[in-house]
């Protein structure tokens, strides 16, 4: 199976809390990231989180880990359109490893 | 900081052509790499190196050279152009010992 899955597709209202979902299969991955990609641009580093923690807010992201389950979940609070954008997974492995293996990302569609 | 720094924007080549793509950090990172984007795929490493001197093969390594002879630049070379290297490519930069990994805006590369 995929190293990184995430749903492909996710629309909310305006006004409402995004909650992007992502899996992953290393139990030895040390840093796990979230990106954002508007159409055209670049990757835009929004997030990481080391895989000793459980949970980073910063602002309206909050990040939660659940190492268990090897389950990644980013929350955005109160989503604007200008929050519209691909949403990119990726988890760095082990030790001496320093590649990101990405997700294909979750395209979040904002409705006014 | 003009952080990390992809040129050309857009390329179009004809098969057999060859070019370099540019990527430059101001950052003073050890790790740099290439990754090239498609459409249904995600992300997927060409060639990434942990230092000036040092370079070594990603996923997806055939029909690309790197070099790496400073630590600013990490230049991706495409000896003979093919159709199925039309992409979008990015250069990410970051250190050895630390979580955050930047990404340039990408070049699109268009060969006919």
Known sequence: GEDVEQSLFLSVREGDSS?????YT???????????????AGLQLLTYIFS???????????????KKDKHLSLRIADTQ????????????RGAGSYQLTFGKGTKLSVIP | NAGVTQTPKFQVLKTGQSMT???AQDMNHEYMSWYR?????GLRLIHYSVGAGIT???EVPNGYNVSRSTTEDFPLRLLSAAPSQTSVYFCASRFLDRGEAFFGQGTRLTVV
């Open chain 1, 52 to 66: 000793n923690m459980d949970m980073k807010q910063d602002q309206r992201l909050t990040v939660l880990l659940n």
């Open chain 1, 19 to 23: 909650v992007i979902n992502c899996t």
């Open chain 1, 26 to 40: 290393d139990s030895s991955s040390t840093y796990l990231y979230w990106y954002k990609q508007e159409p055209g």
């Open chain 1, 81 to 92: 359109t200008g929050d519209s954008a691909i949403y990119f997974c990726a988890e760095s």
């Open chain 2, 56 to 58: 070594d093969q990603g």
């Open chain 2, 21 to 23: 793509l540019q990527c």
């Open chain 2, 37 to 41: 984007q498609d459409p249904g795929m």
